[in-house]
């Protein structure tokens, strides 16, 4: 055992540490200094059409807060959680020899949970674009 001191931290056990830390704060350092440089020296004249939101070369027209249906939300919410699912199916595919029968059966419940989840939105309207008046 050797005694605990204020050296350990750069002990040769772990050479790289010291140097990475080093480079971090020169880096971050240079960052700061650039950044405050670019906007102490950098020339301001504000205009009308700099002011303006760039929106890919096209202007503006009309009012930006434009209000999506929330059925739009549900869906992209609903395709997010069956997509995320996608990338565990996917890695079972990768381990399917591994697993054996006992994850293709895990696999198998996992699908069918899925499955009555896609069917109770489905009975619910959550996939239903139409708006109700």
């Known amino acids: 055992m050797t005694p605990n001191n ?3 931290g750069f002990s040769p056990w772990e050479p790289g540490m010291f140097s990475l830390a080093l480079y971090t ?3 971050l350092a240079l960052v700061g200094v650039l950044l405050f440089l670019c906007g102490w020296m950098g020339e301001r004249k504000p205009t009308l059409e700099k002011k ?3 929106e890919c070369g096209i202007i503006p027209t009309g009012n930006a807060w434009f209000r999506y249906p929330v059925p739009f939300f549900m869906v992209a ?4 959680i069956f997509d995320v699912e996608t990338v565990f199916i996917f890695a079972w595919a990768v381990a399917f020899e591994e697993l054996g029968w006992i994850g293709w059966l895990r696999i198998t419940f996992f699908i ?3 499955l009555l989840s896609l069917c109770y ?3 619910k309207g959550g996939l239903d674009w139409r ?3």
């Open 6 to 8: 204020v050296i350990s």
């Open 25 to 27: 704060v020169m880096v």
């Open 52 to 54: 303006r939101p760039y």
């Open 77 to 80: 919410v609903f395709f997010l």
């Open 112 to 114: 069918m949970v899925l």
């Open 121 to 123: 939105v489905w009975t």
């Open 131 to 133: 708006i109700e008046r």
